[in-house]
């Protein structure tokens, strides 16, 4: 069974992208043991998620599989590959369309030959569910207990939930720091974290973990924590681990959009199993 494919990057997640018009009609109801294979490092093409554009009549489908076979959310940074894959094979119509996948539509736009921006939502507050909109009266800084310190933290929620630590540098053990907050009684149902160094009024530096690995959902946390705690503006450059991106939180509609890149890797035939012969024992 052969099946054509596109490798794609954005921000350093990489995704292989198929056409499901173009896969042969058996291989639909095997797209979890497909997913499996092909985004193998070892022996397949590697990756993180696999994504089957369908076709709709209001959003474009987007399946996202991931590496063990289960359908997972679509990241930013996928939702951006799909999008421009979907642009220009001519799988929509516009360059302004919406994307429908796991559940949730979005909203994306083809800026340039590079760029897709991409629609997030409206921040809310983990705790009362309520949008999250800048005002002078409110206060959103929580603080916790993590080995005998007092850190600061304000929460979002975009997607996901977010707990997120301004810090004057990434000179700190990351990642020890993040298991001990992740570990806290106050995350009994887990959060994503995101340590933010604010440069200045128009630039971040961001890094993430957990919360889905998805470092552009939790930068367009940030933004938000960023500007209710007066460090920043509304449209804010973001570097992360994988590149960068242009972050803006639009004040009329309270919703927030994540300009990124979405890079052609390259494009091969992936030469899998026979679906209908025997799997190996």
């Known amino acids: 069974m052969e099946i054509g494919f596109l490798k794609m990057q954005g921000c350093g997640t990489d995704v292989v992208v198929v056409d499901a018009a173009r896969i042969p009609p058996a291989a639909h109801a095997r797209l979890p043991d497909i997913a499996r294979s092909i985004l193998h490092r070892g022996f397949g093409v590697g990756g993180t998620a696999l994504l089957v554009l369908g076709a709709g009549d209001d959003a474009l489908a987007v399946r996202c599989l991931g590496t063990d076979g289960s359908d997972i959310a679509l990241s930013c940074n996928a939702l951006r590959c799909a999008a421009r894959y979907a642009s220009d094979s001519g799988k929509v119509p516009t360059g302004d369309f919406r994307i429908a996948a796991?559940?949730?539509?979005?909203?994306?736009?083809?800026?340039?030959?590079?760029?897709?921006r991409a629609d997030m939502g409206q921040p809310f507050s983990p705790d009362t569910n309520a949008q999250i909109r800048e005002s002078m009266r409110d206060s959103f800084t929580k603080s916790i207990a993590v080995?005998?310190?007092?850190?600061?933290?304000t929460p979002v929620s975009i997607a996901n939930s977010y707990a997120l630590f301004f810090v004057p540098d990434f000179s700190f053990p990351r990642r020890g720091t993040a298991r001990e907050i992740a570990a806290h009684p106050d995350f009994p149902e887990g959060t994503g974290i995101g340590f933010v160094?604010?440069?200045?009024?128009?630039?971040?530096?961001?890094r993430s973990w957990g919360g889905a690995e998805d470092d552009c959902t939790c930068a367009s946390a940030?933004?938000?924590?960023?500007?209710?705690n007066g460090f920043t503006d509304r449209e804010v450059f973001a570097h992360l681990r994988g590149g960068d991106i242009f972050l803006q939180w639009d004040e009329t509609d309270n919703r927030i959009w994540v300009t990124g890149p979405a890079v052609y890797v390259f494009t091969g035939n992936w030469d899998g199993p026979d679906l209908d012969g025997e799997k190996d024992e």
């Open 147 to 153: 080995k005998g310190r007092t850190l600061s933290y």
């Open 102 to 116: 796991a559940g949730r539509t979005q909203r994306v736009q083809i800026i340039d030959s590079a760029n897709v």
């Open 197 to 206: 160094q604010c440069v200045s009024r128009e630039e971040m530096r961001l």
């Open 222 to 228: 940030a933004l938000v924590a960023a500007v209710v």
